[in-house]
């Protein structure tokens, strides 16, 4: 067990059905903790920077499009083993087969509407969070 941060963003999708309370309070629910959460809306720039890893896949453009597409929410969260505790609570990447209780099963709708984003591993999670957060936006941090 070791105390780990994670990323993870409430997609346009999910603030777009007033899901902001809801898909924290589940995190919370879960005993994650928030140390940083902004709620904003991402410019093609970020949004292309941010998924860079998937430039090449053919979903790319649309990615990118659903992400501007709204304002989202930004988080940073920490717990024992955050990054596969959140991964849980989010579900699968395709909503339609995330399991009853998970986040996306909630409020996701399909493999790009999927109402939620989390870091899949430790490698990605300092990526993510290094982003769009700096070390004294991070509670504990400073
Ligand atoms: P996320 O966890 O934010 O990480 C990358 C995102 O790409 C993923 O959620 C999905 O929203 C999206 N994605 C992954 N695979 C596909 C796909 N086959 N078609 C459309 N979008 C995808």
Request: net charge neutral; aromatic share 8%; charged share 25%.
């Amino acid at each position: 067990m070791s105390i780990e941060r994670t990323f993870g963003i409430v997609k346009p999708d999910a603030v777009g059905k007033s899901a902001i309370g809801a898909v924290i309070a589940l995190i919370e629910k879960s005993g994650l903790r928030i140390v940083a959460l902004r709620h904003t809306q991402l410019s093609d720039a970020q949004a292309e920077g941010f998924y860079a890893v998937h430039k090449a896949r053919p979903f790319f453009k649309d990615l990118v499009a659903f992400m501007t597409s709204g304002p989202c929410v930004l988080m940073a969260l920490e717990g024992e083993n955050a990054i596969s505790r959140y991964r849980e609570l989010m579900g699968a990447t395709d909503s339609k087969k995330a399991v009853a209780g998970t986040i996306r099963a909630a409020y996701g709708t399909d493999i790009e509407r999927n109402a939620v984003h989390g870091s899949d591993g430790p490698d990605s999670a300092r990526i993510e969070l290094g982003f769009f957060f700096t070390g004294c936006d991070l509670l504990g941090s400073a």
